[in-house]
């Protein structure tokens, strides 16, 4: 995880088989909305609002697309942190 200009970002790669579809993009918005911090995940396709699921959905990223979390404001550390745990954790999936 890495710290510049007030913003945290990590980068993860998505694991789970099917990439990040409805379930997991869900996920990721009540994770990020949990947080005052503005929480944006990034790939090739571009950067999107991560409290957003159809955002989210709008990357498609599949299996093996790496993703940027990065977040400003208050909480943006923990933010990154909680968004990159549901990536490690396959999103509870096989």
């Known amino acids: 995880m890495t710290h ?3 913003s945290w ?4 790669q998505v694991v789970n088989t099917l990439g990040i579809h409805a379930r997991p993009a869900g996920k990721i918005c009540q994770t990020a909305a949990r947080f005052a ?3 944006f995940l990034e790939t090739d ?5 991560a409290k957003s699921i159809l955002d989210i959905l709008t990357l ?3 299996q093996g ?3 940027r979390i990065r977040a400003h404001g208050p909480d943006a550390q923990e933010a990154v942190e909680a968004v990159a745990r549901l990536f ?3 999103f509870g999936e096989e």
């Open 65 to 67: 697309a790496m993703v």
């Open 60 to 62: 498609a990223a599949p």
């Open 37 to 39: 911090a503005q929480v």
């Open 45 to 49: 396709a571009g950067a999107v609002d």
């Open 4 to 6: 510049a200009n007030g």
């Open 9 to 12: 970002t990590r980068e993860v």
């Open 88 to 90: 490690v954790e396959r």
